[in-house]
């Protein structure tokens, strides 16, 4: 799809072009006729508002299962709305402007369920002001209804300000509807903070890839590429384990939570810039302990070779926060969750700033490489390639875009090919032999 400058719009630091929305609505089993156009709420938000014609009902929740197929979690309309025909002006053209105002709720894939709790009506609440919504069921899909991986951590933010209880992301991420939230937040107030730093980004795949956490520390940072890669691979998305006592307990954590996700060989690891140097690490105790890793992926991920000493992280770290413009955007607003992202992130480069990868290992090694830039020039002394730190293949790929945007559109999509074929390849290689 080829749009025009004028077709563009940006919503929360995005820019969509509506044309190619309206494409994708129109490639959908069923719908005559499509429109999309922006909407400002009373909260000020810009939300993406469809409207179309269809030979028969068919549901919001329908609309969007079908569409988060095609398209990423920003570009798919908050609302939609059946029309039996779309207003014309006397030109012939869709007058906009006469266009509905979408109903105060969304309609759902599943039926109306109200909360029934005391913790559901509170949830109901919540999820409401998060999503600008005026009516969301028990049983409804958080992202089906417009969420996206920022307004999920806002939206775990909300409850633990509110309640002082904290729902880990991943079971919310794994089950989102507010039944489940509440039944979360019972089992958190009977048996204190619970909750895991693994969560599976996506449903479908011929193999698992685990995926080691950029510089945020957080594996929601693979969400879209989850989404590219999905019937491809299931990817896992780690977060960083900020409460290990040491480096051992660390590794082995992550190496407990590898096998009883797939307790048997060979594993597929990836990293995402220090997420590399991480990965590689995991890769080593694997290996130690006797399980074959097949391979490593490391986009845009060198090798360091020396302790980086660092009196003070804060500054940096702010600079990375404030240069996602959704995530500081949403930050700003709330300093109780911009903490606790500051504090994971602390604890990460803390790690970091001694690790040195040494050895060898006998996993092929993929390393993507994102275009130079200036900000990203390597230090010869401390950094260097993978080459030299396995004793399996070493394959170089080019990506598309500087290191800071490789995952993020427009360059996603084709860096996401990249990808698709290196899995395909692993995939070859593990059938011959076995």
């Known amino acids: 799809y080829v749009g025009r400058i004028d077709d563009q719009v940006k919503i929360r630091g995005y820019r969509i072009e509506l044309g190619e929305v309206e494409a994708h609505l129109l490639d959908l089993e069923a719908i005559q006729e499509a429109v999309v156009i922006v909407r400002e709420e009373s909260d000020g938000q810009k939300r993406l508002c469809a409207y179309y014609v269809a030979g028969r009902p068919i549901t919001a929740g329908e609309m969007r299962i079908a569409l988060a197929q095609e398209l990423p979690g920003y570009m798919l309309p908050s609302y939609f709305v059946q029309l039996d025909k779309l207003p014309l002006s006397p030109n012939g053209k869709v007058n906009r402007k006469a266009l509905p105002a979408p109903e105060l709720h969304v309609q759902a894939a599943s039926e109306y369920?109200?909360?029934?709790?005391?913790?559901?009506?509170?949830?109901?609440?919540?999820?409401?002001?998060?999503?600008?919504?005026?009516?969301?069921?028990?049983?409804?899909?958080?992202?089906?209804?417009?969420?996206?991986?920022?307004?999920?951590?806002?939206?775990?933010?909300?409850?633990?300000?509110?309640?002082?209880?904290?729902i880990p992301i991943h079971s919310v991420f794994r089950e989102p509807t507010i039944e489940a939230m509440a039944y979360e937040m019972l089992k958190s107030e009977l048996a204190g903070k619970a909750g895991n730093h693994f969560m599976k980004l996506n449903e479908n795949g011929h193999i698992p890839v685990f995926c080691f956490p950029p510089g945020l520390g957080y594996g929601l940072s693979y969400l879209e590429l989850a989404k590219q890669l999905d019937h491809h691979c299931i990817l896992h998305g780690i977060d960083f384990i900020d409460d290990a006592d040491t480096r051992e307990e660390l590794l082995e954590r992550y190496v407990d939570a590898i096998l009883a996700v797939q307790p048997q060989p060979p594993f597929v690891l990836l990293g995402y810039s220090l997420?590399?140097?991480?990965?590689?690490?995991?890769?080593?105790?694997?290996?130690?302990?006797?399980?074959?890793?097949?391979?490593?992926?490391m986009i845009d991920s060198l090798r360091k070779l020396k302790v980086h000493e660092v009196d003070e992280f804060d500054g940096d770290i702010d600079q990375m926060i404030d240069g996602v413009e959704e995530l500081k955007e949403m930050l700003v607003h709330h300093p109780l969750l911009r903490d606790q992202v500051k504090n994971k992130m602390r604890a990460y480069w803390s790690y970091a700033t001694e690790l040195v990868n040494s050895d060898i290992i006998d996993a092929n090694i993929h390393a993507l490489m994102a275009e130079p830039s200036e900000v990203n020039q390597a230090d010869g002394e401390q950094l260097a390639t993978w080459q030299e730190a396995t004793r399996g293949r070493y394959v170089e790929y080019n990506l598309r875009g500087v290191h800071e945007d490789v995952l993020q559109p427009p360059f996603l999509e084709a860096n996401a090919n990249v990808m698709q074929a290196i899995i395909r390849h692993i995939l070859e290689q593990t059938m011959v032999t076995h």
């Open 113 to 166: 369920v109200a909360p029934r709790t005391p913790q559901e009506v509170l949830l109901a609440h919540i999820w409401r002001e998060v999503l600008g919504l005026g009516q969301v069921g028990v049983k409804d899909n958080f992202f089906e209804l417009g969420g996206h991986s920022l307004s999920l951590m806002k939206l775990v933010e909300r409850v633990y300000t509110e309640t002082e209880v904290e």
């Open 275 to 297: 997420g590399g140097n991480l990965t590689f690490e995991v890769a080593k105790a694997l290996e130690s302990r006797g399980y074959p890793v097949s391979d490593v992926i």
